[in-house]
Structures are given as structure tokens and as C-alpha cells.
Nanobody, 128 residues
Framework: QVQLVESGGGSVQSGGSLRLSCAAS?????????MAWFRQAPGKEREGVAT???????SYADSVKGRFTISQDNAEKTLYLEMNSLKPEDTAMYYC?????????????????????WGQGTQVTVSS
């Protein structure tokens, strides 16, 4: 069974940085794998922050381009999200998600309904 466990959230002041990690287990290598970070703030829709496929192609929401970087360690089955220049509007619960059998196109869409596996989330709070 696929398991995703996030860590690294916390509270930081505006302009600060955080690095989120997601430890994945319970699956074998898939060439169609897509890993993603989503976030959801209270009262708002879930937003696709960034995705990365098995060959390292990435996709970012416009709101985080140039500030956030998604990466993965395939050997360790760990996904990362480096977040810099954080803003109060980045405050949200951040979720790691996985789609083992997607496509290059679906991975680039950052659509949460395409991801069947989810972690429990880690809270990020940015104060002004």
C-alpha cells in the first residue's frame, strides 16, 4: 500500500524559507510516476503547487514560480519542496500526492482529482 508522510512544516516570518519532505513507500518504480505538492488554506480550494515526473520534468503554479523548487531523490523515494521568499498568502496545509500511472500531460496539469494517493499534510504558517 502506498504511504506518503510529509514533514518540515512550521511557522516562519515573511521572506523566510522552509523545506518540506515527503517520504514515500509501498510502491515499485513506475516510469509514469508523478509526484506533487498541493496546498489548501481554510475556505479555499486545493491548489496544485508543483509536480515532478519520473524523469524530472516539473510544473509550477504561477503563484510560486521563482520561489519554490520541487525535487526528488528516487533512490530514497523522497520528495522535496524548497520554499523561499515565503509570503503570508503561502499559509496553508501542504499535501504530498502521488499518481503512479499518469502521463506527462496529466502530471503537468496539477489537478488534484488525478492523484489517488495522499499524505496527511503538514502545516505552513507565514506571518507578516
Amino acid at each position: 500500500q502506498v504511504q506518503l508522510v510529509e514533514s518540515g512544516g512550521g511557522s516562519v516570518q515573511s521572506g523566510g524559507s522552509l523545506r518540506l519532505s515527503c517520504a514515500a513507500s509501498g510502491y515499485t518504480y513506475s516510469s509514469n510516476r508523478c509526484m506533487a505538492w498541493f496546498r489548501q488554506a481554510p475556505g479555499k480550494e486545493r491548489e496544485g503547487v508543483a509536480t515532478i515526473n519520473s524523469v524530472g520534468s516539473t510544473s509550477y503554479a504561477d503563484s510560486v514560480k521563482g520561489r519554490f523548487t520541487i525535487s526528488q531523490d528516487n533512490a530514497e523515494k523522497t520528495l522535496y519542496l524548497e520554499m523561499n521568499s515565503l509570503k503570508p498568502e503561502d499559509t496553508a496545509m501542504y499535501y504530498c500526492a502521488a499518481d503512479l500511472y499518469g502521463s506527462t500531460w496529466s502530471c503537468s496539469q496539477r489537478t488534484w482529482t488525478l492523484f489517488p494517493y495522499w499524505g496527511q499534510g503538514t502545516q505552513v504558517t507565514v506571518s507578516s
